[in-house]
Structures are given as structure tokens and as C-alpha cells.
């Protein structure tokens, strides 16, 4: 069945530590996206690319990083920079908007706990 | 800027009709969209209605978009425990990129 893999489901980290979050579809999707989820937030976008080899900061990009090495995978690593990182991050995929309705499709989610 | 608001938390009984609200700032948006969350998971898209529509009916599901108040709300009829979750408004503006901007989402409670 096609759709977005993500992993590890469940992560703890110690404080200074960075930590890579992996997203991979196979979708054939060109577009892909991390977003963070806190409770009474919604969704804030993190990063997100259009294609290989290209990425774009969305609103909250600092103290993350992330790759499109391949057009299946878009992994983000969680940095020691980023102050507050115990969150929700959800991971997505889209057809570039002009030719369907825009729907993203997300991965199953992965929580990320500082200790 | 763009802006989407919801209240955080609706209760409805089994059986009832729920009513979740949504506004949104941008006049500008192409497409509005549902996303259903259930717990520990991802979102999943419900339904969505394009900005040159007033009202879109999927079985039970209803949308009613309000260009002029800048209002969106989506109906669920007989309102089912699966139902409970938590669901997110969204718009998405034009352009090449998908940008898509969610609201904080609304937690149905589905009391049986």
C-alpha cells in the first residue's frame, strides 16, 4: 500500500543531544513537509521541499535541519539549538498544487521527548 | 497574515448533529479543508470545498463556507463515539507551493 513512513514512533533524547526523524513515502509525492504539533497550537510548519536536492524554512525553522537526497525521503533532524523541543512532529506529502486539490497526506506521527 | 480560528472543544451526545466553526483571515484562499485526527496519529483529510462554493454534502459529513463572514463550519449528522477525534480546518492559498495554514483544531467529545 502506498503511503508516508515514519520513524521512530516514540523518541526520548537527553538535552544537547540532536536527533534525526525519518519520513519516507511512496507516494511518488514531489512535495514533502514537517510540521510540529503542541496541544492548542495546531500545526506549524517546519520545513518543506518541491522537489530534490531543494528545501524551503517555513515559520519555525530554527534549530532544525533537514535533506532531500532523494525524492522518497525528507528526514529532519531535531538540533541542541532548538530551546524547546518535546513536541509532536508530523510529516507530509502533497502533489504540487495546479494539479489536484492541494490534499497533504501525513505519516502516523512521531513524539519526541526531551528528558 | 493568515489566520485560522477554532474553538478547542465541542461535547455532543451520540446521535446528535455536531457543529464545528472555523474562521479564517485570508480572502484569498483556494481551497478549505477538514483533516480528522484521531489520537496518536496523523491527519486524514474528510473533505474540502473550493472558495467559489457555499456548500458541499458528503453522506453525513456537511460544509458550509460563508465567504462574505469568512466562516466555515463542518456538520457531522448522527454523530457516532468513532467520531470522536480531533479536527482541524485548514486553507490553502494559490501558488505553486502547497502552503497549507491549520487552525488549533477542535477536540470532539462524543458522549454515548
Redesign the interface.
Known amino acids: 500500500d502506498g503511503g508516508?513512513t515514519?520513524s521512530p514512533k516514540y523518541l526520548f533524547r537527553k538535552e544537547g543531544q540532536n536527533v534525526t526523524l525519518s519520513c519516507e513515502q511512496n507516494l511518488n509525492h514531489d512535495?514533502m513537509y514537517w510540521?510540529r504539533q503542541d496541544p492548542?497550537?495546531?500545526?506549524r510548519?517546519i520545513y518543506?521541499s518541491?522537489i530534490v536536492n531543494d528545501f524551503?524554512k517555513g515559520d519555525i525553522a530554527e534549530g532544525y535541519s533537514v535533506s532531500r537526497e532523494k525524492k522518497e525521503s525528507f528526514p529532519l533532524t531535531v538540533t541542541s539549538a532548538q530551546k524547546n523541543p518535546t513536541a509532536f512532529y508530523?510529516c507530509?506529502s502533497?502533489i504540487?498544487?495546479?494539479r489536484r486539490?492541494?490534499?497533504?497526506f501525513?505519516?502516523?506521527?512521531s513524539?519526541l521527548t526531551v528528558l | 497574515g493568515e489566520d485560522v480560528e477554532q474553538s478547542l472543544f465541542l461535547s455532543v451526545r451520540e446521535g446528535d448533529s455536531s457543529v464545528i466553526n472555523c474562521t479564517y483571515t485570508d480572502s484569498s484562499s483556494t481551497y478549505l479543508y477538514w483533516y480528522k485526527q484521531e489520537p496518536g496519529a496523523g491527519l486524514q483529510l474528510l473533505t474540502y470545498i473550493f472558495s467559489n462554493m457555499d456548500m458541499k454534502q458528503d453522506q453525513r459529513l456537511t460544509v458550509l463556507l460563508n465567504k462574505k463572514d469568512k466562516h466555515l463550519s463542518l456538520r457531522i449528522a448522527d454523530t457516532q463515539t468513532g467520531d470522536s477525534a480531533i479536527y482541524f480546518c485548514a486553507e490553502s492559498l494559490s501558488g505553486g507551493y502547497q502552503k497549507v495554514t491549520f487552525g488549533t483544531g477542535t477536540k470532539l467529545q462524543v458522549i454515548p
Open positions: 508516508i515514519q512535495a510540521y492548542g497550537q495546531g500545526l510548519l518543506y518541491q524551503q508530523l507530509a502533497s504540487p498544487s495546479g486539490t492541494g490534499e497533504l501525513f505519516g502516523e506521527g513524539r
